[in-house]
């Protein structure tokens, strides 16, 4: 065990790098390069000290091991950074929320209802297309992830109702996406109706946020 600390530890901190300055909020933050790289080490040092025999040999493996599996957790880390950044940039003064997980590297981009559908209905609003075709864009460049749109609802009407709307929104993003050259295999839609809120039902406000479109970026297995 003390081997595989040993070796996550040297590993993580040389593949890494170190915090920076996130641009929007002035604080500092971890990158997604550097929790690629630690739990990829880890996960190989695990897995080295394994297969050693004796304490010496383990040792050694579980170095390897960290090294090899954290260069492949850097480079997923990375490529999440970048796609994420990109995303920012494409995003921005939008209406889009723009998320990221620090310490899993996935991506949501938040869409609310208000401008991304007509109301009550689940065709995609015309004055959104550019909104998506900037998503497509960016999604096409980083064709490694999978993505999950996922439709909600606030509680006004029936529960069935909901949840049927939430997926025929959550279909139509998938399939806009889809139609603007993202691989078909890499989208999956699912409708939530009124599970989940983010905010009170009890206010118009509260309903508005409710009402939302979430896409998913999940990070590849390996850049």
Same mark, same amino acid.
């Given at each position: 065990?003390?081997? %595989?600390?040993?070796?996550?530890?040297?590993?993580?901190?040389?593949?890494?790098?170190?915090? @920076?300055?996130?641009?929007?909020? &002035?604080?500092?933050?971890?990158?997604?390069?550097?929790?690629?790289?630690?739990? &990829?080490?880890?996960?190989?040092?695990?897995?080295?000290?394994?297969?050693?025999?004796?304490?010496?040999?383990?040792?050694?493996?579980?170095?390897?091991?960290?090294?090899?599996?954290?260069?492949?957790?850097?480079?997923?880390?990375?490529?999440?950074?970048?796609?994420? $950044?990109?995303?920012?940039?494409?995003?921005?003064?939008?209406?889009?929320?723009?998320?990221?997980?620090?310490?899993?590297?996935?991506?949501?981009?938040?869409?609310? &209802?208000?401008?991304?559908?007509? @109301?009550?209905?689940?065709?995609?609003?015309?004055?959104?297309?550019?909104?998506?075709?900037?998503?497509?864009?960016?999604?096409?460049? !980083?064709?490694?992830?999978? +993505?999950?749109? #996922?439709? !909600?609802?606030?509680?006004?009407?029936?529960?069935?109702?909901?949840? $049927?709307?939430?997926?025929?929104?959550?279909? @139509?993003?998938? @399939? !806009?996406?889809?139609?603007?050259? %993202?691989?078909?295999?890499?989208?999956?839609?699912?409708? !939530?109706?009124? #599970?989940?809120?983010?905010?009170?039902?009890?206010?118009?406000?509260?309903?508005?946020?409710?009402?939302?479109?979430? +896409?998913?970026?999940?990070?590849?297995?390996?850049?």
């Amino acid at each position: 065990m003390r081997a %595989v600390v040993i070796a996550t530890v040297v590993v993580a901190l040389g593949l890494g790098g170190c915090q @920076s300055v996130n641009p929007y909020t &002035g604080q500092k933050q971890t990158s997604d390069t550097t929790w690629g790289a630690t739990a &990829g080490a880890l996960a190989g040092a695990v897995l080295g000290a394994a297969t050693g025999n004796s304490g010496h040999d383990r040792a050694k493996r579980a170095l390897i091991g960290a090294a090899a599996f954290g260069a492949a957790g850097a480079g997923v880390g990375a490529y999440m950074d970048a796609q994420h $950044a990109k995303l920012r940039q494409q995003l921005t003064g939008v209406g889009v929320q723009v998320q990221k997980d620090p310490q899993t590297g996935i991506i949501t981009l938040v869409m609310p &209802g208000n401008i991304s559908f007509p @109301s009550g209905q689940s065709a995609v609003a015309a004055s959104f297309y550019p909104v998506l075709d900037a998503v497509a864009q960016v999604l096409r460049e !980083y064709d490694k992830t999978q +993505i999950t749109v #996922a439709g !909600y609802t606030d509680n006004v009407g029936r529960p069935e109702s909901n949840m $049927a709307l939430s997926q025929q929104r959550a279909s @139509s993003v998938a @399939s !806009y996406l889809v139609g603007r050259g %993202v691989a078909p295999g890499r989208v999956s839609a699912v409708g !939530y109706g009124e #599970a989940s809120p983010i905010a009170s039902n009890a206010t118009a406000e509260g309903r508005a946020q409710n009402r939302r479109v979430v +896409i998913t970026i999940n990070p590849p297995a390996q850049a």
